[in-house]
């Protein structure tokens, strides 16, 4: 089953995008790492594929360091894994000024591998996100910019250069609205319909998708298959659900861990 899903459709049409398959994890759940936590779920898959957890103390680094966070963050480096630093951008209205002040107390506080710029965009201000970009890699050249618009329309193209990787859709596998989000209708049905497949110009490395609301394992692997068939080498499943859909990992998670191992064989 496997090899015929992988010699067919995108993936096929895209033989030399042969970067290996990320999970990238929001890991919006605390680190209660005397007791278990998920994140000890992310340290047993780091030694089996690429992870990269997105950190969230307090929609960003909070006031002060949380040695709990630190634990885990070491243990999770430790592993084999990475761990980037979540920043809201509040779609262009917050100063660049104040979101590198996140950025310095993540690397000062848990010396993180990169940074998640949310809420990208400029519906709400104008926060120039390539000179934004130039700052942080001034900061560490090889920090992992990972920026999110959650969107694959054209317009999204020209965050690209902002950018290491962009999260190009965020939402669930189905919505019942037929103008909201939708990975079912991605990338070109429903609302996306008449959308230019832009994102099949990248290697894979440039791109993510986060999806929420997957019901069930056989769906978990046709959403995986179809987003890495699209060219997102980083991503993610779940079956947890609105309003917060990154408070635990899905039941599935030892099961998608073997999927993406799978498919990296094969990449």
Known sequence: MAMAILTAGPIAANPARAAEVTALVPAYFYPTWWSGSPWDDLNAAAARIPVEAIMNPASGPDTAANPDYQHAVAALQAAGGRVIGYVATGYGSRPAANVLADVASYLDWYKVDGIFLDE?????????????????????????????????????????????????????????????????????????????????????????????????????????????????GYVYLTDDQLPNPYDTLPSYWEQEVAWIELLNWFL
Do not use: C
């Open 120 to 232: 990208m965009g400029n519906q709400s201000g104008g926060l120039d996100y390539v000179a934004l970009y130039n700052s942080i890699k001034a900061m560490g050249d090889d920090l992992h910019v990972v920026g999110n618009p959650g969107i694959p329309f054209e317009q999204v193209e020209a965050l690209i250069p902002a950018t290491d990787t962009l999260v190009i859709f965020e939402g669930p596998l189905q919505n019942a609205d037929p103008n909201g989000a939708s990975f079912r209708e991605y990338p070109d049905r429903g609302p996306y319909a008449g959308l230019p497949l832009w994102f099949t110009r990248y290697d894979r490395s440039r791109l993510a998708n986060l999806v929420f609301g997957v019901p069930d394992p056989l769906d978990m692997i046709l959403g995986l298959f179809k987003a890495v068939g699209y060219n997102a």
